[in-house]
């Protein structure tokens, strides 16, 4: 990912960046805890689609959806998780528990590839535990998973990104950086909206599209502080639960 992102983000960068930027150690834990802890415990997150698997298996659907090209395969898993991944995202804007430990993303104090780690894990496991249940159940060929895994992963880096470029209409279609960026904006308008991380047609249809062509100038929490450390990042939000 180093090796796509930093040259990118030096060639057609939006706003010129520090290499040791503000909130670079918090994000690079984010990263390594994540990464870690989710080799540790993919079997929990892929529980509850494995049990929605086994309940309603019908025979006839994975047969079908294997009959289908490659490409279109990919493209619908693409689709559906990240129709589950809008709702759940959405849930976790609306939500006063939820809002807890999603805050922690919106944290970011400036945007770049590597912002997009700064993720509490319960958030990470909720998401992802959710998003499979649909890919599982239809049973889409591994060949189609693989070749997904690494599109959706250099996707959410690239929409967190320091890139320059607006893509003009296609953002109507597509999440380009300049409609994620505004998903982390903390201005007024923006707020609670831009959830898809992949096709922004489903904020459209849904009504949570927000996207002018100018980049945000605010990023971050609106009237919220968190702290930098990432051991209070990551504790933070249970105690603000247990205290509600
Ligand atoms: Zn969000
Ligand atoms: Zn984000």
Redesign the pocket.
């Known amino acids: 990912m180093s090796l796509i992102f930093v040259p990118l983000e030096r060639l057609f960068f939006l706003r010129r960046q520090r290499f040791l930027r503000p909130g670079l150690k918090t994000d690079l834990a984010h990263y390594g805890f994540n990464h870690l802890l989710m080799g540790g415990i993919f079997f929990l997150i892929a529980l509850p689609a494995e049990w929605v698997r086994k309940r309603y298996f019908i025979d006839a659907v994975p047969h079908f959806i294997q009959s289908l090209p490659l490409w279109l395969q990919v493209v619908l898993i693409l689709f559906i998780a990240d129709f589950c991944q809008y709702f759940v995202h959405r849930a976790f804007h609306t939500s006063p528990i939820l809002w807890q430990f999603h805050k922690i993303?919106?944290s970011?104090p400036q945007m770049d590839w590597l912002?997009?780690s700064r993720l509490h894990v319960i958030d990470v496991i909720v998401t992802r535990a959710i998003s499979y249940i649909p890919i599982v159940w239809l049973g889409f060929s591994l060949d189609a998973v693989h070749i997904y895994l690494p599109i959706v992963a250099i996707q959410a880096l690239f929409?967190?990104s320091n890139f320059r470029y607006g893509f003009g209409g296609l953002r109507y279609g597509l999440t380009t950086p300049l409609v994620?960026h505004w998903?982390?904006s903390s201005e007024e308008p923006a707020l609670d909206k831009n959830f898809a991380?992949t096709f922004s047609i489903i904020d459209v249809i849904f009504g949570t599209f927000y996207c002018p062509r100018n980049w945000p100038e605010k990023y971050g929490l609106h009237g919220e502080e968190i702290s930098e450390s990432f051991v209070k990042q990551l504790l933070f939000p249970f105690l603000k639960v247990l205290k509600k």
């Open positions: 993303h919106h970011v912002a997009s929409v967190h994620h998903h982390h991380v």
